[in-house]
């Protein structure tokens, strides 16, 4: 592990691949070694799985360190928020027991309004059927495969700015009102057009129901909606240490992944700054989760996917079915040349690799150790998916082990070849796996 300044006292999580790599559990492992857990990006597309004591929590919008009592869990105002999911999340909590006193939200994070689901479902529509008028999959017209909970939309709209709603103008009346007006007039024509396209009813945008659902809501989570920036710099200054939480995957990021198959947001621990007001040079563990083969919800390209028999053991047994929307991922062998790019991008200082207790069973482990492009081999990823598209995996191919392991409880007690599934990894990459993951429990977590 990495030797950090006493002034880098962060930690951050992030995704290596495409989402669904297993940030809840290495989150909910290191949120023990630190007092708040904030998150920077994404909405509620993002889904943390966490199994505590053989109890399963799905998490969308809170941070998964919220299931340690007495930690400050704080969703930055990086994150765009469905204030209605976060009302369900909390009160599903509370129901369970778990103590939501710590948990806050910034009053900059933006709100995702009902009509931009409508326009994220209506879009992703549009995007289909034309996709397959024009027979074509690769051009970056074909449907994005979206959550279609308007996280797009909702991060559209903070860029263009003229009605965008954020978490504090649910509490401000006058201004709610002002902005919801602006949003009636911009949003309705542009929904009911695209409707009309798609030959669809779209429902009026109502300007008095939606102040008033938006007030109401707005009361709900108001002892929550706060300033951020300067309550994290003030944890810092009493020398607490945070943990960032990455949400979505690196793959997934808006610059940096498999343009148009992305998310709206930066998934890259650079979007810790951005994200939270905390700069990013204050982390010095930046812990890159990987899992022991790739998945992938949505479209895009996916050069080492599988859709045989192997990929179905797979999904099975790593119960691949998403937690935001229960669809089935798609699944294929590690791509390497993709994760080294992953861990490039986010300045990883240790791996976490997770779901290796799937691979138990598969005869001959394939691992894609570079792309042939043109005739060419290359070792660097093309992260534009025209690009990505075009790529064939050139694979390693490395001995299975049969035995089940997730009764590991050291590195040492794993067989030869799984151990040496995780140092040709390690090479590859160029960084060391601090964690590695037997099973969904925090007890199924090995470290080095
Ligand atoms: P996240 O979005 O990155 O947090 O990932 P998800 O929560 O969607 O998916 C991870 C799933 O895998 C959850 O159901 C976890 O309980 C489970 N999980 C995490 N690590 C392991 C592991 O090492 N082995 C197995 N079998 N399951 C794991």
Redesign the pocket.
Known sequence: MTTHSSSQTCSAVV?LQW???????AVDILAAQHDAVVRYNGGAN??????VKGERFSLHLIPSGILYPGKLAVIGNGVVVDPWKLVEEVEGLKKRGVDTSGLVCSDRAHAVLPYHKTEDALREDLLKRNAAALAVDERGVSEIGTTRRGIGPAYADKAQRACAIRMGDLLRPEVLREKLDVAVAMKGPALTGLARTLGVNAEELNRDALIQQCTEVGQKLAPLIKETTHLLHAQLGAGKKILFEGANGSLLDVDHGTYPYVTGSTCISSGIGPGTGVPTTRVGRILG?MKAYSTRVGGGPFPTELKDAIGDGIRNR??EFG?TTGRPRRVGWLDLVAVKYAAMINGATGLCL?????LAGVEEIKVCTAYRINGAETTQFPPDAYDLQRVTPVYTTLKGFAQDITKARRLADLPAEARRYIDFIEQSVGVKADMV????DRE?TLTS
């Not at 989402?19 to 559990?25: A, N, R, S, V, Y």
């Not at 993002?46 to 199994?51: L, M, P, Q, T």
């Not at 997770?354 to 799937?358: H, I």
């Open positions: 995704g989402g669904d790599e297993g940030k809840g559990k993002a889904g943390h799985s966490v199994v989760i790593g119960r937690t997770t779901m290796l207790d799937v993951g037997v099973g969904p199924q």
